[in-house]
T-cell receptor
Framework: DSGVTQTPKHLITATGQRVTLRCSPRSGDLSVYWYQQSLDQGLQFLIQYYNGEERAKGNILERFSAQQFPDLHSELNLSSLELGDSALYFC?????????????FGPGTRLTVL | GIQVEQSPPDLILQEGANSTLRCNFSDSVNNLQWFHQNPWGQLINLFYIPSGTKQNGRLSATTVATERYSLLYISSSQTTDSGVYFCAPGDYKLSFGAGTTVTVRA
């Protein structure tokens, strides 16, 4: 158990819908990262937050957005869902935003878009 | 972004065998982690190893940063070692390879 929690574990929804994925980092960690694992793209970095502020962006679609709240939990919002958004979404956390920090991954949320 | 190549793509082992997984990456990095993704999809941290050698039980890893490669050694493999092993070099953003799928047979 990494100490990172993600809810829900599974989510099934329809095209065009909007969903919110939630992540609670390890106690004391200030940075949160979101990654997407899909069959065609593999595992790729989406976005990083540090202490409430966006720190870095990767291959995140405009239909996706994220935020980190004052209690440090983070939410990833996915809207206008398409079949291709079906994937495993991971949240990771680290103590700071230093590039040398170990990132610890949560169990993931499996999203299925029908 | 950083290009990551892992080899071999697939590995079938008999229980008790030893193996070496390789990861080549295209740029110098400040961070490199190895993960094991179990059959339930969970990503488990194995090593944080941007350089040097570390050991944890039957697993060990070596990264030669100047030559941009990392190796993961599995000794006396067990069926619970089955899954996909990912190398992820990077900095704030980890870049994942395609992984090595390991199957350990009893």
């Amino acid at each position: 158990d990494s100490g990172v929690t993600q809810t829900p574990k599974h989510l099934i929804t329809a095209t065009g819908q909007r969903v919110t994925l939630r992540c609670s980092p390890r106690s004391g960690d200030l940075s949160v990262y979101w990654y997407q694992q899909s069959l065609d793209q593999g595992l790729q970095f989406l976005i990083q937050y540090y202490n409430g502020e966006e720190r870095a962006k990767g291959n995140i679609l405009e239909r996706f957005s994220a935020q980190q709240f004052p209690d440090l939990h983070s939410e990833l919002n996915l809207s206008s869902l398409e079949l291709g958004d079906s994937a495993l979404y991971f949240c990771a956390s680290s103590v700071t935003s230093a590039v040398t920090d170990t990132q610890y991954f949560g169990p993931g949320t499996r999203l299925t878009v029908l | 972004g950083i290009q990551v190549e892992q080899s071999p793509p697939d590995l079938i082992l008999q229980e008790g065998a030893n193996s070496t997984l390789r990861c080549n990456f295209s740029d110098s990095v400040n961070n490199l982690q190895w993960f094991h993704q179990n059959p339930w999809g969970q990503l488990i941290n194995l090593f944080y190893i941007p350089s040097g050698t570390k050991q944890n039980g039957r697993l060990s890893a070596t990264t030669v940063a100047t030559e941009r490669y990392s190796l993961l050694y599995i000794s006396s493999s067990q069926t619970t070692d089955s899954g996909v092993y990912f190398c992820a070099p990077g900095d704030y953003k980890l870049s994942f390879g395609a992984g090595t799928t390991v199957t350990v047979r009893a």
